[in-house]
């Protein structure tokens, strides 16, 4: 019997015995999920038979991807359930333990239907548990911008109990489209997962969310911090306070329909002037010099990678960006990318993985690949380097005014660039002219998509809540890029700096060599 399919793997004999299966390490497990169910339903995320929890069977003995899985049961009073309910399966998906069924009016038991979604979790993420919450928060927040796909927020203290992100980060929740069953939401939940290799959740329009941590204590802790966020924005929406932006201004009116603002609370852009509400930026060529990028930045990665993989080998930030550069190399070797390397497994001697993962790297580098396992390595190794002080942030002297300027008209200004949102934030936030992330509402990366494919475009104008994606100026140095903007619906402006590549002639964009010209 299967619960979600999947292939044997090795000591599998050893986990499915019959002792094991009854022994401290399954127990435990059993007894903790039908503990969270309970206090989860006090919580309001898993009434009426809805949402689901499943952790990892902690045995240290066993690597956490060997683990045994315990998974609580579907369509049953939460809050009633003890251990002896819940399924027990393999790591790969294969049920090895099912509770007995129970008198009338009880159903027979039946595996959870969030089980696909967990295992992809489990797989893609390697977590240690999985939380399926339908808190009324998380469905809301899904319903306040009805065209988006993701749900962002930034500078709310709760933001550091998610992975990965401190106060002033801009925290991203891919949203998905519901389905009439759970199980068909399987193939758009690995989407997102692979689309956003820094999520730790993956909102449900009109239903809940998936959130998973390498602990049970990881997954709870976010799922509460999500929670409290979730709420949080609403609350803010009610109040006409805009969420989204690090200084929590009057909510942009596309966000919100008029008739649903109380009238003493201001509507729409602070600058009403303007024919444009958000300002996009790129990095390489249009805030900052090339050469800056080509001779400073990728030459300090490409010098620290090995150092910077030696320190911080075992640490779980480590860990995934090395999961990532697998999943890339491996790709990479299939279509014959030259200059891939077969990664040794993990169990294989460090140097050998890190030789690997260095020459890998370096190859990336030097082809100037815009793949997200690289930029997000990057950014880890860039951030070391400002935090010591070896790399300060490059600008051009008409930038920090023009940011300036835009912020107090009322004018929202975003990045996109190839490079990860984290190496664009330590950029700004370590210049000449001191940090410049507070004239700036938010980050976009290859996450989003390519930089010379429309839909990336599409996405950006879809999170940004404008009425048009007219309203939206982008200024790049990339022609390829400026077309896809300009077929997305967005203004266009050409920054033409020193170093930057020429343009073909009759290129029909406007241009400009400093920002004082718009």
């Known amino acids: 019997m299967a619960c979600c399919g999947g292939g044997r793997g090795e000591g599998a004999a050893a986990t499915e015995s019959e002792a094991y299966l009854e022994g401290e390490a399954v127990r435990e497990a059993r007894e903790l999920v039908a503990e969270l169910c309970r206090h989860f339903y006090g919580q309001g995320w898993v009434t009426g038979t809805g949402g689901s929890i499943t952790v990892k069977a902690n045995d240290p003995a066993l690597p956490l991807a060997d683990q045994l899985i315990v ?54 993420r390697g977590a240690g548990a999985v939380i399926h919450s339908h808190g009324m928060e998380t469905c809301i927040a899904t319903m ?109 009116s596309a966000k919100r329909p008029r008739s649903v603002l109380s009238s003493s609370i201001p509507n729409g852009c602070p600058d009403s002037k ?11 060529g249009t805030t900052t010099p090339i050469s800056f990028v080509t001779d400073v930045m990728f030459p300090y990665a490409r010098d620290n990678v090995r150092k910077h993989l030696t320190s911080t080998y075992s640490s779980d930030e480590t860990k995934e960006d090395i999961k990532l550069l697998r999943i890339q190399v491996e790709e990479d070797l299939k279509n014959g990318i030259v200059g891939s390397v ?3 497994p993990d169990d294989a001697d460090k140097e050998e993985v890190i030789n690997a993962l ?58 996109y660039s190839s490079g ?9 936030g370590n210049t000449a002219y001191g940090d410049l992330r507070q004239y700036l509402c938010g980050f976009f990366d290859t996450t989003t998509g390519n930089k010379r494919e ?48 020429p343009l073909p002639e009759n290129h029909g964009f406007r241009t400009i060599k400093s920002f004082s010209e718009i």
Request: hydrophobic letters at 40%.
């Open 71 to 124: 998974m609580s049961p579907s369509g049953v009073q939460k809050e009633r359930m003890v251990a002896e309910d819940m399924y027990v399966l393999s790591a790969d998906g294969k049920v090895l333990s099912s509770p007995v069924s129970k008198p009338w009016p009880n159903k027979p038991p039946k595996c959870t239907d969030c089980a696909p979604l967990f295992m992809k979790a489990y797989l893609m």
């Open 144 to 252: 306040l911008d009805p065209g988006a796909k993701e749900f962002r927020m930034t500078h709310m203290e709760m933001i550091k109990g998610i992975k990965g992100h401190g106060y002033r980060d801009e925290l991203v929740v891919p949203i998905i489209e519901n389905t009439p069953y759970e199980y068909e939401l399987t193939d758009s939940l690995a989407e997102a997962i692979a689309a956003y290799p820094k999520a730790t959740a993956v909102l449900v329009r009109n239903h809940g969310i998936y959130v998973w941590g390498d602990s049970w204590i990881n997954a709870k802790t976010q799922a509460e911090c999500y929670h409290y966020l979730f709420d949080a924005a609403i609350k803010l929406y009610q109040l006409g306070i805009d969420w989204t932006t690090p200084e929590h201004g009057p909510i942009n």
């Open 274 to 284: 303007s024919s444009k509400h958000c300002v996009v930026l790129d990095i390489e």
């Open 342 to 344: 077969p990664i040794p």
């Open 358 to 415: 260095v020459a890998n790297v370096e190859s990336m580098i030097k082809a100037d690949r815009k793949i997200t396992s690289l930029k997000q390595l990057q950014g880890h190794i860039w951030r070391t380097g400002f935090e010591s002080k070896e790399l300060q942030g490059v600008v051009f002297d008409d930038v920090p005014e023009a940011l300036k300027h835009w912020h107090a008209s009322g004018m929202k200004v975003y990045i």
């Open 420 to 428: 990860s949102r984290e190496a664009q934030r330590l950029l700004f």
């Open 454 to 501: 429309t839909r990336s475009y599409f996405e950006i104008s879809q999170s940004l809540g404008v009425d048009s994606p007219a309203q939206i100026l982008f200024i790049t140095d990339v022609f390829q890029e400026a077309v896809a903007a300009k077929s997305a619906g967005f203004e266009v402006i050409i920054s033409i700096r020193p170093g930057n590549a």
